[in-house]
């Protein structure tokens, strides 16, 4: 007996265009995602100075922890959301947004030294920087998107 295969270049050239369709179609979801939590992070990052929301950054599996940025203070007094420091942090992160991948696994990181003690001790942040009276960090932000598969960097 003697089956005869016809048209398995076509096939092959039929399921590969529709893999990079599928995978296209992932990443540009992926990308809003990172966006879409990056930017509730940043926005509603506690204020005072600014330096806190503009050192907010995304890097991927290979990229090292960024340097930390000196904000320069103006006054008046800032706020959650007020825009110079949050629009400093999301224009940063648009090039590596852009470079994602479906596949390439993001971290959101923060290399100034007082984020931690601020998720710790919410009762020393003014009223303003609060969200129903928590403050907006690492696991506020794990809280809200996750699925339990979120590693926060100091448990």
């Known amino acids: 007996m ?28 992926y990308k809003k995602f ?5 930017t509730d992070l940043v926005t509603h990052s506690p204020q005072w100075s600014g330096e806190l929301a503009a050192n907010w950054s995304v890097i991927t599996t290979h990229q090292g922890v960024p340097s930390r940025q000196y904000w320069k203070y103006e006054p008046p007094v800032r706020q959650m959301g007020d825009k110079e420091a949050v629009n ?11 470079s994602l991948r479906w596949n390439v696994k993001v971290s959101f990181v923060n290399p100034t030294p007082y984020s931690s003690e601020l998720e710790a001790h919410p ?11 928590q ?5 506020y932000i794990a809280q809200k998107y ?9 448990e």
Not at 124 to 133: A, I, M, T
Not at 135 to 139: E, F, N
């Open 123 to 133: 009762e020393k942040l003014r009223p303003v920087n609060l969200v129903d009276g």
């Open 2 to 29: 003697v089956i005869k295969v016809t048209n398995l270049r076509e096939f092959q050239k039929g399921t590969a265009a529709a893999k990079a369709r599928l995978e296209g179609t992932v990443t540009a979801k």
């Open 88 to 98: 400093f942090a999301l224009e940063g992160s648009k090039p590596v947004i852009a």
């Open 34 to 38: 990172v966006t879409r939590v990056f």
């Open 135 to 139: 403050v907006v960090l690492a696991r």
């Open 146 to 154: 996750s699925r339990g598969n979120v590693k926060l960097n100091n």
